[in-house]
T-cell receptor, first 115, second 110 residues
Framework: DAGVIQSPRHEVTEMGQEVTLRCKPI?????LFWYRQTMMRGLELLIY????????DSGMPEDRFSAKMPNASFSTLKIQPSEPRDSAVYFC?????????????FGPGTRLTVL | DAKTTQPTSMDCAEGRAANLPCNHS???????VYWYRQIHSQGPQYIIH???NNETNEMASLIITEDRKSSTLILPHATLRDTAVYYC???????????FGKGTKLTVNP
């Protein structure tokens, strides 16, 4: 089975530009998570969806960040306008129930560089 | 905040067992112990999880103490490809988010 698919794998943009990151979860998984990883802050959860509905967006840094999940097989994370401090690796994960609890499976990540 | 304590780094010889400890003294009765690892530049990879009993799969074994305050991840025959940062996480599972700490950087040496 294909794992979690993320695109693009690398993105370089200039400050002020809009950036859209994409994620296709594993088929049949009903929860989707967006994480961000930086050297300073490590791996932190931004937002997660359950059955396409946003459940917890308390990790979203500010209004410049938005996430959508229009259907069970696709999600986007948008940054508008982007800033250099948004440079990080963004991971998407989806989860399935396994022996009584949910197990998350991560995609390869999108490395974002904002100049 | 992460609810686990792990050593910052460990070394292991190739072919030997790697035993990675984790303390989670404040774990509650309905929280699971999860282990993930992250190989350089890749997404975190699920390894194993458990509640009370010891668990084994094709990747590793998880030993949880009877009082559940600590656990050990065992890679029975470490290879160079097992060099990674290993994260021990406690979570209720379900829709609860995973909180990643700093993990243990395991280096497998030839």
């Amino acid at each position: 089975d294909a794992g979690v698919i993320q695109s693009p794998r690398h993105e370089v943009t200039e400050m002020g530009q809009e950036v859209t990151l994409r994620c296709k979860p594993i088929s049949g998984h009903n929860s989707l998570f967006w994480y961000r990883q930086t050297m300073m802050r490590g791996l932190e959860l931004l937002i997660y969806f359950n059955n396409n509905v946003p459940i917890d967006d308390s990790g979203m840094p500010e209004d410049r960040f938005s996430a959508k999940m229009p259907n069970a097989s696709f999600s986007t994370l948008k940054i508008q306008p982007s800033e250099p401090r948004d440079s990080a690796v963004y991971f998407c994960a989806s989860s399935t129930r396994d022996r009584g609890t949910d197990t998350q499976y991560f995609g390869p990540g999108t490395r974002l560089t904002v100049l | 905040d992460a609810k686990t304590t792990q050593p910052t780094s460990m070394d292991c010889a190739e072919g030997r067992a790697a035993n990675l400890p984790c303390n989670h003294s404040t774990i509650s009765g309905n929280e699971y112990v999860y282990w993930y690892r992250q190989i350089h530049s890749q997404g975190p990879q699920y390894i194993i999880h458990g509640l009370k009993n010891n668990e084994t799969n094709e990747m590793a074994s998880l030993i949880i103490t009877e009082d559940r305050k600590s656990s050990t991840l065992i890679l029975p025959h470490a290879t160079l490809r097992d060099t990674a940062v290993y994260y021990c996480i406690v979570s209720k599972g379900g829709s609860e988010k995973l909180v990643f700490g700093k993990g243990t950087k395991l280096t497998v040496n030839p």
